[in-house]
């Protein structure tokens, strides 16, 4: 795992921590955090892909 | 001894030797198994984490390049459905709570083919 992967799973288990804590929950949600980023990080290529066929 | 106290003694020991009844192994079983089954399902998302983040990142990285003009919006094309593949045999992997080892294979799989596009990129 190289460290841009690491930042992004450290970014999803703070959320999912924080909201787990929130809810008085012990389990994390992390894969449901993990596809959150993954929609963001889809729809951030997908703009990217439609400015560079304009 | 009489026989009425050796017939009592014998009713003791009989009751003695009886095996427990079922009611009293069944919750610690039962507890036992969620306790495994809560365990499984944390190690399925934890073995998959880092292919998850590894798609997230391959999206990320070819949206820089696209944005930088050092990728065509072609090859940016083929990232994103290679890396769609590995998300849907991801979403696929951990269902049930057990680790399906053919889906994991397949993202695998889909992210070798984006490595190697990443890698064609000047």
């Known amino acids: ?54 | 001894m009489n026989a009425g106290l050796l017939l009592v003694s014998l009713a003791l020991l009989v009751g003695c030797a009886a095996a427990p009844s079922a009611p009293l192994q069944a919750p610690k079983a039962r507890v036992q198994l969620d306790a495994v089954a809560t365990l499984s399902v944390g190690d399925c998302d934890t073995q998959t984490a880092a292919d998850e983040t590894a798609v997230i990142v391959a999206r990320r990285n070819a949206a820089a390049l696209v944005r930088g003009a050092r990728m065509s919006a072609d090859t940016a094309l083929r990232i994103q459905a290679l890396a769609d593949t590995a998300r849907t045999a991801l979403n696929r992997a951990c269902r049930g709570g057990k680790l399906d080892a053919s889906a994991v294979a397949e993202a695998r799989a889909a992210r070798a083919q984006i490595n190697t596009l990443m890698r064609s990129t000047p």
């Open chain 1, 1 to 54: 795992m190289n460290i841009e992967q690491a930042k992004t799973l450290a970014s999803a288990l703070t959320i999912a921590i924080a909201q787990a804590e929130a809810n008085g929950s012990s389990q994390v949600a992390l894969q449901y955090h993990l596809q959150q980023l993954d929609d963001q990080a889809r729809a951030e290529l997908q703009a990217a892909i439609d400015a560079a066929t304009k």
